[in-house]
């Protein structure tokens, strides 16, 4: 079960850091820090790969193999790497550019009969897990981004596209499109500068606009489930099919695909795929159409406040425990 690999690679971690070192990796659940997220490079709440020795980033590293799945958690240190591109390309003039700075935080205290959560981030990663009495109930917000979206200089990375795979399977359903399905799908020429949702706290449902799943045809349907499904299958295999479930007990048909930009692979582009209780956007616009952003948000689930509102509510723990949007 994912969530025992879970907790007892959280317990490993902390099992190998100091003092001073478990104060700053611990948070309480009920800190607003636990929903103040961001993808920007900046200083964070957490203990850092750098402030870690190599016993400790190994523990770490275990730790996020237990949330994610084989391809994941090669994305996520792909991403990491490109810090190293970003410096070659920006020769010191932009914001720090480090593979270290990214933190491990856990929210609470990991047990198996306890409510608890922890976040991995750093600069263009945001990830996520909300685990109550031994059950993971939540897996956003899940972020990625990837700058450059393709490695063009010269460099060992070079030809490197991280999130290259869902930007061609939602070009692939875009370009499948019929005049009429494009006519609903195209909702604008120009594309957004970067995601409208950006890091909310509780993600802003957008216009209900686009094809609808129920007007494509079934190769269609399984093209743009393909895309859910390479976003999704970041996670760990038993949580990608819990997010995939999810979907589907709500329903496909009322799911909308829309596309603001331009068609054509280096175009400036940005897509989204929204249904009753998700949406999944995606954005390649900034550094000449070569920096992608993607998320996958859902609208009550983040961080768990649906489930977990129920279970203090339950448990009778409504007293100051505030988990809507701070």
């Known amino acids: 079960m994912v969530e025992e690999t879970m907790l007892h690679a959280a317990l490993a971690f902390l099992s190998t850091l100091d003092h001073d070192q478990e104060t700053k990796a611990l948070i309480p659940f009920d800190s607003e820090e636990r929903m103040n997220w961001f993808y920007i490079p900046k200083l964070r709440a957490g203990l850092t790969f750098k402030a870690m020795r190599p016993l400790q980033v190994n523990a770490a590293i275990a730790m996020l193999k237990s949330g994610l799945s084989a391809k994941g958690m090669t994305k996520v240190e792909t991403i990491r790497k490109l810090e190293t591109v970003l410096l070659e390309i920006e020769k010191g003039s932009g914001p720090l550019r480090d593979p270290e700075m990214y933190y491990i935080t856990i929210f609470g205290t990991p047990?198996?009969?306890?409510?608890w959560g922890w976040r991995y981030e750093g600069h263009h990663?945001?990830?996520?897990?909300?685990?109550?009495?031994?059950?993971?109930?939540?897996?956003t917000p899940q972020f990625l981004g990837s700058n450059p979206a393709e490695v063009r200089i010269e460099h060992a990375?070079?030809?490197?596209?991280?999130?290259?795979?869902?930007?061609?399977?939602?070009?692939a359903v875009v370009k499948s499109l019929d005049?009429?399905?494009?006519?609903a799908a195209l909702i604008s020429p120009k594309a957004p500068a970067d995601m409208l949702t950006n890091n909310q706290r509780k993600a802003s449902i957008q216009e209900d606009l686009g094809v609808a799943y129920k007007e494509l045809t079934p190769k269609q349907q399984r093209a743009l489930l393909a895309v859910l499904h390479e976003v999704a299958d970041t996670q760990a295999p038993q949580l990608a099919r819990m997010r995939m479930d999810k979907l589907k007990k709500a329903g496909y048909d009322s799911?909308?695909?829309?596309?603001?930009?331009g068609l054509e692979k280096g175009d400036p582009h940005y897509f989204r795929i929204?249904?009753?209780t998700f949406i999944v956007e995606h954005d390649n616009t900034q550094n000449d159409a070569n920096h992608v952003h993607l998320v996958w948000r859902d609208f009550e689930g983040d961080f768990g406040k649906d489930i977990l509102a129920e279970h203090y509510k339950s448990a009778g723990h409504s007293h100051g425990h505030d988990h809507s949007e701070g």
Do not use: N
């Not at 990375?157 to 070009?171: I, Q, S, W």
């Open 111 to 115: 047990r198996a009969d306890s409510t």
């Open 125 to 139: 990663t945001s990830l996520h897990w909300t685990i109550a009495k031994g059950k993971v109930e939540a897996t």
């Open 157 to 171: 990375m070079k030809g490197t596209r991280v999130l290259g795979v869902e930007e061609d399977l939602g070009r």
């Open 179 to 183: 005049e009429k399905q494009l006519k």
């Open 255 to 261: 799911i909308k695909f829309a596309w603001m930009g």
């Open 274 to 276: 929204q249904g009753k």
